[in-house]
């Protein structure tokens, strides 16, 4: 019964390690990077909502494209 405990967390942690890499390879996790990364650098500082987060990250991608698929 330890045995199928043990592949049992197993797999779930290979699980969420697969959703980790995907949301990061789909740039999911950008917004939480980016308050981490505002936290560090402006403390006290008011950081953008997550509205204005992707309208400022899409306008800048229009602006300036690079390599991307789409």
């Known amino acids: ?5 043990r592949a049992a967390l197993s797999l ?3 699980w969420h390690g697969f ?6 390879v789909m740039g999911e996790n950008a917004y939480q990077a980016y308050l981490d990364h505002h936290r560090a650098t402006h403390p006290g500082g008011t950081p953008m909502s997550e509205r204005e987060f992707w309208r400022d990250r899409m306008d800048r ?3 300036s494209p690079q390599g991307r698929c789409c």
């Open 1 to 5: 019964m330890a045995a199928l405990g």
């Open 61 to 63: 991608q229009d602006a």
């Open 12 to 14: 779930r942690r290979g």
């Open 19 to 24: 959703v980790w890499f995907f949301k990061g």
